[in-house]
């Protein structure tokens, strides 16, 4: 099993990649509003999902999907970054 530590470098690295991808080809995005809206992001994270559950169904296996939901883990990542990352509150 990897480590947490272990996962938030992969999502990191994703993130990084995103950036870079970004920066070689900004028409690569079509979205003209940057930072992206939440409603942006929201849909972004739910054609992943949709990419992650076909690669499951599809290819019945575990590493189309995983790479998907690396995808998804930076999505989220980005979008903490551009709107805020509010902690969680314990409620007791």
Not at 55 to 77: F, M, Y
Request: charged share 25%; with cysteine.
């Amino acid at each position: 099993m990897p480590s947490r530590v272990m996962v938030f470098e992969v999502i990191s690295q994703e993130r990084n990649y995103q950036e870079f991808i970004i920066e070689k080809d900004p028409n690569r995005c079509e979205q003209t509003e940057i930072p992206h809206s939440v409603g942006d992001y929201l849909t972004m994270l739910a054609t992943y999902l949709r990419k992650a559950q076909d690669a499951w169904t599809n290819h019945g296996g575990v590493q189309g999907s995983l790479h998907e939901i690396r995808k998804i883990g930076a999505i989220a990542v980005h979008c903490m970054e551009d709107h805020g990352a509010p902690p969680r509150i314990n409620e007791a």
